[in-house]
């Protein structure tokens, strides 16, 4: 399975809205509603931010949305806020497995 | 609340194996599947392995595959990955992750809760 493709990078200032995309294919985003989008700060963990294209577990800001058109997922943070700086990862379920993005740097200006 | 610590990482020797642990607590194990995910360094995320919640299922990525084993015993909230024939491509973080709820109406799974990370490093 090869990675889903997300840019390497993206940048907002303070306050405006940033959308990374990710794509896969008709076998993985394309075909299931199981993609998710997790964020990674430095030396920590990943946390999950959507879960099932747009669903936001307990905790996370409705700032973070999420949502999907064929082949591609999208990931959107309004009211960009310094702490949202972090590399953001999809990931798709598809057949017994799961493939991730390659991330997205995000950064704050 | 939620807790997934893993160990037994370190530094390993081309072709030599090693047996990573994930002590689970805060929820019903034994009534979850599980993942492990790992990181190479300055690289993005490649999931590993998965094991359903009674451990009857277990699938794995193809770079892996004959080579790692994924367990569990529920009796002790533990998850293992027994890592045979390790190569530097094997180096990296490795996380474990929560899977689905035996309830939920798919097995596999949101990741919903990572441990801190082992790390492994296979070097001569």
């Known amino acids: 399975q090869s990675a889903l493709t997300q840019p390497a990078s993206v940048s907002g200032s303070p306050g405006q809205s940033i959308t990374i995309s990710c794509t896969g294919t008709s076998s993985d985003v394309g075909s299931y509603n199981y993609v998710s989008w997790y964020q990674q700060h430095p030396g920590k963990a990943p946390k999950l931010m959507i879960y099932e294209v747009s669903n936001r577990p307990s905790g996370v800001p409705d700032r973070f949305s999420g949502s999907k058109s064929g082949n591609t997922a999208s990931l959107t943070i309004s009211g960009l806020q310094a702490e949202d700086e972090a590399d953001y990862y999809c990931s798709s379920y598809t057949s017994r497995t799961t493939v991730f993005g390659g991330g997205t740097k995000l950064t704050v200006l | 609340q939620v807790q997934l610590v893993e160990s037994g990482g370190g530094v390993v020797q081309p072709g030599r194996s090693l047996r990573l642990s994930c002590a689970a607590s805060g929820f019903t194990f034994g009534s979850f599947s599980m993942h492990w995910v790992r990181q190479a360094p300055g690289k993005g995320l490649e999931w590993v392995a998965f094991i359903s919640y009674d451990g009857s299922n277990k699938y794995y990525t193809d770079s892996v595959k004959g080579r790692f084993t994924i367990s569990r015993d529920n009796s002790k909230n533990t998850l293992y990955v027994q890592m045979n024939s390790l190569s530097a491509d094997d180096t990296g973080v490795y996380y474990c992750?929560?899977?689905?709820?035996?309830?939920?109406?798919?097995?596999?799974?949101?990741?919903?809760?990572w441990g801190q990370g082992t790390l492994v490093t296979v070097s001569s």
């Open positions: 992750a929560r899977g689905a709820s035996v309830y939920s109406k798919s097995d596999w799974g949101n990741f919903d809760y």
